[in-house]
């Protein structure tokens, strides 16, 4: 449905930003093209909510960033994640710093494959899912249960926004 979606709503420079869930997905779409996507997505049926957000996330458009990062991380040790992580971009384990780092890059301007993680950590014995979201708003836990009713969604409370991050010199 992600391709179909983005097929025919081409001409408003519309990207797909993630697959979230079978019928749930995160379309981003330049704000002089936002009225009119609607009044598509009304008119074929499409249930649709705006996003309160201040900018492009998972999106083509952040690709200058993706040099800045590189550099940063250049300069510091990325060792292999300790516990098991998903890649947001193909719902596969990342097992080395080289997959941890180009999956943090890549993040940035290619769509999250949430329907892949899910599936991916519940084929390989995953019970609990632990997310962790700088939002005031939780999302993940819900899309974890609806993807996979059978899997036990946590999410970290309190973490500091990036914002917070940035102001206290992180």
């Known amino acids: 449905l992600g391709q179909s979606i983005q097929g025919f709503l081409g001409g408003f420079k519309i990207y797909v930003a993630a697959f979230n869930s079978p019928e749930d997905y995160t379309l981003a779409v330049r704000r002089e093209d936002m009225e009119e996507a609607k009044s598509v997505l009304d008119r074929i ?3 649709w909510r705006e996003l309160p957000i201040g900018g492009y996330f998972h999106h083509p458009q952040l690709a200058p960033i993706i ?11 990325v060792r292999p994640p300790q516990i098991p992580m998903l890649s947001n971009l193909t719902g596969s384990f990342i097992t080395s710093p080289q997959e941890l780092v180009a999956d943090l890059l890549e993040s940035h301007v290619k769509p999250v494959r ?3 993680m899910v599936n991916t950590a519940f ?3 995953v019970q609990s899912v632990l997310s ?7 999302v993940l836990p819900g899309l974890v249960r609806k ?3 059978l899997l036990k969604a946590h999410r970290i409370s309190g973490f500091p926004s990036i914002q917070n991050l940035n102001l206290a010199g992180v």
């Open 45 to 47: 049926g499409m249930r």
């Open 67 to 77: 040099e800045v990062l590189r550099e940063v991380f250049e300069r510091i040790s």
């Open 114 to 116: 949430f329907i892949e």
């Open 123 to 125: 084929r390989h014995g």
């Open 132 to 138: 962790i979201e700088s939002s005031s708003r939780p």
């Open 147 to 149: 993807n996979n009713p």
